[in-house]
């Protein structure tokens, strides 16, 4: 089975732009979960969706929204980006088989740059 | 609210070595308990899923254990090799949702 796959893998954006970041997550998991990581904070979660509905949500300003496709695919978008969102994005599917007790499998993530 | 620490944020081995990684977390109302690798600029690797019934989980020369009561769990590594240098991340459920709480991971280094 392919694992989770992240595009593009590295973006440079400027302060004021918007981004969007896809997530292909492993072939029959329904659930995609969305972390920033920084040197800062370590890694902190965004938010989830499962079968296209968000069901959690961290604490992050609402510039940062995702949503899932039929298909189980995700993106996340990032509005008036700001210095501090220059991060790694990582994605994270589960079957959902189990519930919330399944393994979390990560992708390569994308590593944003806002100049 | 959960806290997940791992401490130290970095250790240098000899290869060959037999070393033990720390995680303590807050709130022992744990679902399961994840162990992940991470090399530098990459993503996450999954080591061990520990669920909240279970003491211990084994993968290869990997062992951790998970004691809910006192709030800690552990990474055993046997017989340590420079092909292990990573950064290790615990991460603990807690709550009918499905968000991860995350350490600041332990970066090792094992010399050869």
């Known amino acids: 089975k392919a694992g989770v796959t992240q595009t593009p893998r590295y973006l440079i954006k400027t302060r004021g732009q918007q981004v969007t970041l896809s997530c292909s997550p492993i072939s029959g998991h329904r659930s995609v979960s969305w972390y920033q990581q920084t040197p800062g904070q370590g890694l902190q979660f965004l938010f989830e969706y499962f079968s296209e509905t968000q069901r959690n949500k961290g604490n992050f300003p609402g510039r940062f929204s995702g949503r899932q496709f039929s298909n189980s695919r995700s993106e996340m978008n990032v509005s008036t980006l700001e210095l501090g969102d220059s991060a790694l994005y990582l994605c994270?599917?589960?079957?959902?088989?189990?519930?919330?007790?399944?393994?979390?499998?990560f992708g390569p993530g994308t590593r944003l740059t806002v100049l | 609210k959960q806290e997940v620490t791992q401490i130290p944020a970095a250790l240098s081995v000899p290869e060959g070595e037999n070393l033990v990684l720390n995680c303590s977390f807050t709130?022992?109302?744990?679902?399961?308990l994840q162990w992940f690798r991470q090399d530098p600029g990459k993503g996450l690797t999954s080591l061990l899923l520990i669920q909240s019934s279970q003491r211990e989980q084994t993968s290869g020369r990997l062992n951790a254990s998970l004691d809910k009561s006192s709030g800690r769990s552990t990474l055993y590594i046997a017989a340590s090799q420079p092909g292990d240098s990573a950064t290790y991340l615990c991460a603990g459920h807690t709550g009918a949702n499905s968000k991860l709480t995350f350490g600041k991971g332990i970066t090792l280094s094992v010399r050869p």
């Open positions: 709130d022992s109302a744990i679902y399961n």
């Open positions: 994270a599917s589960r079957s959902w088989t189990s519930g919330i007790t399944d393994t979390q499998y």
